[in-house]
């Protein structure tokens, strides 16, 4: 117990917060669809709390688990090869629901393997990333042939579910922890580069040539319509969109107040997973989002912190590719319920229902706060020494 004297507060603290405030949150915005569905305004936001408080307790176990069981090279093996056979099971036994097969159902709970690949693919990178830095350097493409074919078939796995959001996000964090390894910034560039020309030619590709391409589902290109113009659309593909922007013009500065949302009464659907900043928005006006983002931006910057400052590789690798899912996920929600970008069903870190999703999120809290832990016993050691 000793260990809780190196708690990094300046990490446990927003994330207390954040998830406190986002099951209130799921209450208010889910309590007229869960009267409607189950006759229980309490529904949803019971078992959100129970999500909440099961990943508290799993992210304090986390952090007092010695650090260098998380670099244990079979236990990361199990973990990420556990996660690729639970995918492919998903694909060929899963229940279809909306088009998609993204759920496992055991017993009364369902759970999203899509959301623990991500956090499994940080922990996988992270080791990997860790014991190759020297060779990294020589010699990219030997040692990355690898952990790519690896992470190229996690990526196709989700992306067929179909899950493009979830698929996205994970691409991203992969990219970006593949930069944080020591490659060079001519390579560095250059890929990002590539990669960028490659999205915005997807793009163009959609804009043109519509359902005709082969990878493209009618659902999916309708979220580019209500992307490009959503009031052309406002009746059908651009419903989402244009109700998201009614409750963010009602709510103004301050809000209509909390519980007042009249969007969640069956105008904005999913008004507690993705759209729950409109809601909020509407509910607490502009400085209630505001209020989550500096808490959520400040978590953020802080993981990144302790990646810069911590010296044991794994740990920063880990750090690094927590905090960029935090910022890719967060930023692809917001995206979405602005317009900003094409909507990917991706919910926003904390606030959003969501039982798989919370506890992947307090699974990474958990790591950084042990990460963390032991960079903070070094530095009062140091001072001590001093």
């Known amino acids: 117990m000793k260990k809780l004297k190196y708690l990094d ?6 994330y207390l917060i954040l998830s406190v405030f986002g099951t209130l949150m799921v209450y208010s915005s ?3 669809i869960a009267i409607s569905e189950y006759n229980n305004s309490e529904y949803y936001f019971i078992k959100q709390a129970l999500f909440v408080g099961a990943g508290l307790l799993i992210s304090l176990f986390i952090f007092f688990i010695r650090y260098t069981k998380l670099k244990h090279k079979n236990l990361i093996m199990y973990a990420i090869s556990f996660i690729v056979g639970l995918l492919i099971y998903l694909l060929i036994f899963g229940e279809e629901i909306n088009g998609a ?3 496992l159902n ?3 709970v369902g759970i999203q393997p899509a959301e623990f690949a991500k956090v499994a693919v940080i922990w996988y990178f992270a080791y990997i990333f860790s014991r190759r830095q020297q060779q990294i350097v020589r010699d ?3 040692s990355m042939k690898q952990p790519a074919i690896l992470f190229g078939v996690i990526l196709l796995l989700i992306a067929i579910q179909p899950d493009i959001g979830g698929a996205a996000i994970i691409l991203f964090i992969g990219v970006i922890m593949i930069f944080a390894s020591g490659v060079s910034t001519k390579l560095g560039v250059t890929m990002g ?9 997807v793009v163009e590709l959609v804009r043109v040539f519509g359902t005709k391409l082969p990878f493209l589902q009618a659902y999916q290109y309708d979220r580019f319509l209500a992307f490009w113009d959503p009031f052309e659309v406002s009746e059908s593909a651009g419903l989402q969109l244009v109700n998201s922007y009614y409750a963010l013009s009602r709510g103004g500065l301050f809000g209509v107040g909390i519980g007042q949302s009249v969007q969640k009464t069956g105008y904005l659907p999913e008004p507690y997973t993705d759209f729950i900043i409109s809601i909020i928005g ?7 989002i505001l209020f989550i983002l500096t808490l959520f931006i400040f978590l953020i910057l802080r993981i990144y912190l302790v990646a810069i400052r911590t010296k044991d590789p794994f740990g920063s690798l880990l750090c690094v590719g927590i905090a960029t899912m935090f910022l890719i996920q967060g930023s692809i929600n917001l995206g979405g319920v602005l317009g900003l970008l094409p909507i990917t069903g991706v919910t926003f870190p904390f606030i959003s229902y969501g039982g798989s999703s919370t506890l992947v999120l307090t699974i990474s809290i958990g790591l950084v706060l042990n990460v963390s832990s032991l960079d903070k016993k070094r530095r009062l050691e140091e001072k001590t020494i001093n």
């Not at 580069?193 to 030619?201: K, R």
């Open 140 to 142: 990219f493409w030997s």
């Open 106 to 108: 055991i017993g009364p």
């Open 30 to 32: 889910s309590s007229y």
């Open 101 to 103: 097969k993204g759920w």
């Open 193 to 201: 580069a590539l990669g960028i020309t490659v999205i915005l030619g």
């Open 9 to 14: 507060y300046y990490i446990f603290i927003p």
């Open 282 to 288: 509407e509910e607490l006006g502009l400085l209630g």
